[in-house]
T-cell receptor
Framework: AQKITQTQPGMFVQEKEAVTLDCTYD???????LFWYKQPSSGEMIFLIY??????QNATEGRYSLNFQKARKSANLVISASQLGDSAMYFC???????????FGSGTRLQVQP | DAMVIQNPRYQVTQFGKPVTLSCSQT?????MYWYQQKSSQAPKLLFH???????NEADTPDNFQSRRPNTSFCFLDIRSPGLGDAAMYLC?????????????FGPGTRLTVT
């Protein structure tokens, strides 16, 4: 069975600094995808970044990058140059070939301080 | 812009009074999902449609039903809402397949049960 673990319920970061949000996963499927979503207080889930299990390079999207360590089964999100608007819940999610839907971790609440 | 729309954004219903939440999409995606998200928790999949094929999660209560009359629309029916059903309900869509496709989320409907 799939499992996603986010061990940081809450994180604080100073504006303009970088922050890493941790995510570990467990699956027996060699083919899977890892996703990060941002959920502001308004409730909408916003897609940030995707990493495929066979991708050779770490994914990057603007200020977001994914530190993918396959042997450790970790897929940490790195946000560079934090902005006040980055304050939100962040969810790590996974999909493998056996399931169309995403399995979500418990989330990390990030607060960016001025 | 192509998008996922949920109506209403906020819904108040009485204990035991049936309620219907709606979702529509302009993305022409094959798959539509309904998630339940309780406060400070991860989204939990209730069920999904692959075209007209309905896929129920094993632990989804019978109190929750869904209809998909066409590609664009999907409804969530709660037959007899209890206080424990108060939550954010998120609709999402994705193309067919289990690859890198992200799920596109609507803004959610926040349900209050009085």
């Amino acid at each position: 069975a799939q499992k996603i673990t986010q061990t940081q319920p809450g994180m604080f970061v100073q504006e303009k600094e970088a922050v890493t949000l941790d995510c570990t996963y467990d699956t027996s499927d060699p083919s899977y995808g890892l996703f990060w979503y941002k959920q502001p207080s308004s409730g909408e889930m916003i897609f940030l970044i995707y990493q495929g299990s066979y991708d050779q390079q770490n994914a990057t999207e603007g200020r977001y990058s994914l530190n993918f360590q396959k042997a450790r089964k970790s897929a940490n999100l790195v946000i560079s140059a934090s902005q006040l608007g980055d304050s939100a819940m962040y969810f790590c999610a996974m999909r493998d070939t056996g399931r169309r839907a995403l399995t979500f971790g418990s989330g990390t609440r990030l607060q960016v301080q001025p | 812009d192509a998008m996922v729309i949920q109506n209403p954004r906020y819904q108040v219903t009485q204990f035991g009074k049936p309620v219907t939440l709606s979702c529509s999409q302009t993305l022409n995606h094959n798959v539509m999902y309904w998630y339940q998200q309780k406060s400070s928790q991860a989204p939990k999949l209730l069920f999904h449609y692959y075209d007209k094929d309905f896929n129920n999660e094993a632990d989804t209560p019978d109190n929750f039903q869904s209809r998909r009359p066409n590609t664009s629309f999907c409804f969530l029916d709660i037959r007899s809402p209890g206080l424990g059903d108060a939550a954010m309900y998120l609709c999402a869509t994705s193309p067919a397949g289990t690859g890198s496709y992200e799920q596109y989320f609507g803004p959610g409907t926040r349900l209050t049960v009085t």
